[in-house]
């Protein structure tokens, strides 16, 4: 059985991911970071959600000697030409305070009207091997954003993005139904036929 690896001390990611594998038939022992606590965690110093996935990807294939999968994510914001972007995580100033950064967009767009309140939610999951062979596969999920937080479930931006066709927020789904059209379930159901052609 082949291995692979995930770029993530997140074990929600590695449920998720192992999950999509094993409904394509794939026989592939994945495990996150975790597996290799004396690799450093990489900087995310690309410019863009695949550039950062690759560079996460690259770092464990070739510290490892094992296929591995990075993922890069973020909201993006129409008015904002795309911002918060690659920031998404620290568009407040300190990384991962999502309350902070919630708040800060909620403030920056609190006179932008319905109609000019488009925003996704992009992911880019890249697949690199120990050769240097790499892929990248992009999922989105389109949306627009509510003018006060909604729901307790998810995590960063979910409570203020609501999904085209859907009356609730992110944050307001379920784990199954926030997985089924998610920007990374998207990007990682994408994965399926790369590690299919790459891994055998």
């Known amino acids: 059985m082949k291995r692979l690896i995930?770029?993530?001390?997140?074990?929600?990611?590695?449920?998720?991911?192992?999950?999509?594998?094993?409904?394509?038939?794939?026989?592939?022992?994945?495990?996150?970071?975790?597996?290799?606590?004396?690799?450093?965690?990489?900087?995310?110093?690309?410019?863009?959600?695949?550039?950062?996935?690759?560079?996460k990807a690259h770092a464990l294939a070739q510290a490892t000697g094992h296929p591995?999968?990075?993922?890069?994510?973020?909201?993006?914001?129409?008015?904002?030409?795309?911002?918060?972007?690659?920031?998404s995580a620290r568009w407040a100033g300190t990384h991962g305070d999502d309350k902070a950064n919630l708040d800060l967009l909620l403030a920056q767009l609190s006179d932008i009207v319905e109609e000019h309140r488009g925003a996704h939610f992009a992911c880019?999951?890249?697949l690199a091997l120990p050769d240097g062979t790499e892929r990248v596969v992009e999922g989105r999920l389109e949306g627009t954003l509510r003018h006060e937080p909604?729901?307790?479930?998810?995590?960063?931006?979910?409570?203020?993005l609501q999904p085209l066709g859907e009356t609730r927020t992110c944050a307001e789904l379920t784990a199954?139904?926030?997985?089924?059209?998610?920007?990374?379930?998207?990007?990682?159901?994408?994965?399926?036929?790369?590690?299919?052609?790459?891994?055998?």
């Open 6 to 55: 995930l770029a993530t001390r997140n074990a929600n990611k590695v449920t998720e991911l192992r999950a999509i594998l094993a409904a394509a038939g794939l026989d592939v022992e994945l495990v996150g970071a975790d597996a290799y606590p004396e690799i450093p965690d990489v900087k995310e110093t690309g410019v863009t959600f695949a550039e950062n996935a690759l560079l």
């Open 176 to 200: 199954e139904e926030k997985n089924a059209i998610s920007h990374r379930g998207k990007a990682f159901r994408g994965l399926v036929p790369v590690v299919r052609e790459l891994l055998g």
């Open 150 to 160: 909604a729901g307790s479930g998810g995590f960063g931006y979910d409570p203020i």
């Open 124 to 126: 880019a999951a890249a």
């Open 68 to 87: 591995a999968v990075a993922d890069d994510s973020g909201l993006c914001v129409d008015v904002l030409n795309g911002a918060p972007g690659i920031f």
